[in-house]
């Protein structure tokens, strides 16, 4: 089995669903799997509800409501076509579970509400796909992939997704089935993160024994910096799983970070490729020690925080101390991009990605002296140069560097 990720900047318009289907009767419609994210930007929209939801007591779903109709529109000449039925009944079914709820939990309503963007994406996909006569299996990967209760970052329960995915999924037919969403054992939705379909691929590929997962993107591959932003940069015609995982992990976001373990474990190549042309040969992310750029990799993450922690009495800051430190980062769903320590104080380059930051530094404040540094920049270089870590400084306020043989770490201010 093949499987196929298609993520929102592919189906961000009726054209762009027209150019999946002429992709899947190229490259073949048996034998498939088809893990597609919300279209376009629907993911940030539903976000905006959900903060409307809790912050002002809003309904308000015409952004998100409009954008799609526009687009089954556009798809389907026939305005009885029973795919606007369905979208009616989504919307119905969101608005009900937002009047109706009763949880103070954001995380829990947030996971709840943000997977209506994939399942409806899905839903106007595998109409128009039986619309032009290519049988397709829809399936909600909900019943599926199953996770724990960690809402809006859950961690797959392998065994049970392992036993639901080969006893739903068969071979020689096609399926399409939604990315990012999981449940609880209750059945309630959970997200993988967000970003998180090119993860859901790689589980559904594993759990199938895939031979290959090709993820679709708006880039021709995995370049050795991202090419929005670096106009320079040159795309990586292969390399391999670990260099991936690291490129992933330092924030290079065209491939989630978790992605790449589970193909790894079953070495099934994954090859990120242009959904504008299909005669471009993309990257191949592979087995292979020696597949490593010859270039040196720039990673650029911006919006963190840089937090010094120290002890409120001037002594050594040591094991205990951060201990007590990660067991609230932990609880904070803090992510930690890098660490440096000093005799009395302890730095730490953190991601403030659910939002809970504030609550972080009040609980940090009991027990330590903090400071902190709002909106700096993380520069990762991978196979670093001299003269490559020299350029990054030009013009900017390093506040704190670390230099391996692999790997080299800036953080910035720029707006100094
Ligand atoms: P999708 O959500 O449609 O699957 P993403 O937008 O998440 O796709 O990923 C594609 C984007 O990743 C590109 O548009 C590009 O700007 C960005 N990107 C970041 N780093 C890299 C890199 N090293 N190589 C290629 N693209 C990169
Ligand atoms: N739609 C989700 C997001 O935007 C998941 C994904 O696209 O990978 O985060
Ligand atoms: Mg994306």
Same mark, same amino acid.
């Given at each position: 089995m093949i499987i196929f990720k298609f993520g929102g900047a592919s189906v961000k318009e009726a054209a762009g669903v027209k150019n999946m289907v002429e992709i899947l009767k190229k490259t073949g419609t048996k034998d498939k799997l088809i893990v597609v994210s919300a279209m376009g930007k629907t993911t940030n929209a539903l976000e905006l509800v959900i903060q409307n939801y809790f912050e002002f007591n809003k309904i308000d779903l015409t952004e998100v409501k409009n954008f799609h109709a526009q687009i089954a529109q556009n798809l389907f000449a026939n305005t009885n076509h029973p795919i606007f039925a369905t979208l009616n009944q989504y919307w119905k079914e969101l608005t009900s579970f937002l009047e109706e709820n009763s949880s103070q939990d954001y995380d829990f309503v947030y996971d709840q509400v943000i997977g209506f963007g994939e399942l409806i994406s899905t839903a106007i996909i595998s109409a128009y796909l039986n619309s032009e006569e290519i049988k397709n299996n829809w399936?909600?990967?909900?019943?599926?992939?199953?996770?724990?209760?960690?809402?809006?970052?859950?961690?797959?329960?392998?065994?049970?997704?392992?036993?639901?995915?080969?006893?739903? /999924?068969?071979? +020689? !037919?096609?399926?399409?089935?939604?990315?990012?969403? @999981? =449940?609880?054992?209750?059945?309630? *939705?959970?997200?993988?993160?967000?970003?998180?379909?090119?993860?859901?691929?790689?589980?559904?590929?594993?759990?199938?024994?895939?031979?290959?997962?090709?993820?679709?993107?708006?880039?021709?591959?995995?370049?050795?910096?991202?090419?929005?932003?670096?106009?320079?940069?040159?795309?990586?015609?292969? /390399?391999?799983? +670990? !260099?991936?995982?690291?490129?992933?992990?330092?924030? @290079? =976001?065209?491939?989630?970070?978790? *992605?790449?373990?589970?193909?790894?474990?079953?070495?099934?190549?994954?090859?990120?490729?242009?959904?504008?042309?299909?005669?471009?040969?993309?990257?191949?992310?592979?087995?292979?020690?020696?597949?490593?750029?010859?270039?040196?990799?720039?990673?650029?993450?911006?919006?963190?925080?840089?937090?010094? /922690?120290?002890?409120?009495?001037?002594?050594?800051?040591?094991?205990?101390?951060? =201990?007590?430190?990660?067991?609230?980062?932990?609880?904070?769903?803090?992510?930690?991009?890098?660490i440096q320590n000093s005799a009395i104080s302890f730095s730490v380059v953190i991601d403030n990605k659910f939002k809970k930051f504030d609550l972080l530094i009040e609980n940090l404040q009991k027990r330590f002296r903090v400071s902190f540094n709002k909106g700096v920049k993380l520069y990762t270089l991978r196979h670093a140069t001299p003269e490559a870590i020299k350029a990054t400084e030009k013009d900017k306020v390093v506040l704190l560097k670390q230099v391996t043989r692999e790997t080299a770490q800036l953080v910035v201010h720029e707006n100094l």
């Open positions: 399936i909600d990967a909900r019943k599926l992939i199953k996770t724990d209760t960690t809402y809006r970052d859950a961690q797959v329960n392998w065994e049970i997704t392992q036993k639901n995915i080969n006893h739903h /999924i068969k071979p +020689n !037919e096609l399926f399409i089935t939604q990315g990012f969403i @999981a =449940s609880t054992t209750n059945n309630c *939705t959970t997200t993988l993160g967000r970003e998180g379909s090119d993860y859901s691929a790689a589980i559904f590929a594993y759990c199938l024994n895939a031979k290959e997962v090709s993820i679709w993107k708006d880039v021709s591959g995995v370049y050795n910096a991202d090419p929005r932003i670096f106009k320079d940069s040159i795309q990586l015609n292969q /390399i391999n799983y +670990n !260099e991936a995982i690291e490129l992933a992990f330092y924030g @290079a =976001s065209v491939i989630h970070p978790k *992605t790449i373990q589970p193909l790894q474990r079953k070495e099934i190549p994954l090859v990120v490729r242009s959904f504008y042309d299909l005669t471009l040969p993309g990257t191949k992310v592979s087995n292979g020690p020696k597949i490593v750029p010859q270039v040196p990799c720039f990673i650029v993450k911006d919006d963190l925080i840089l937090l010094s /922690i120290a002890t409120k009495d001037f002594s050594f800051f040591v094991e205990q101390n951060m =201990s007590e430190v990660f067991a609230l980062f932990h609880a904070f769903q803090t992510k930690v991009d890098l």
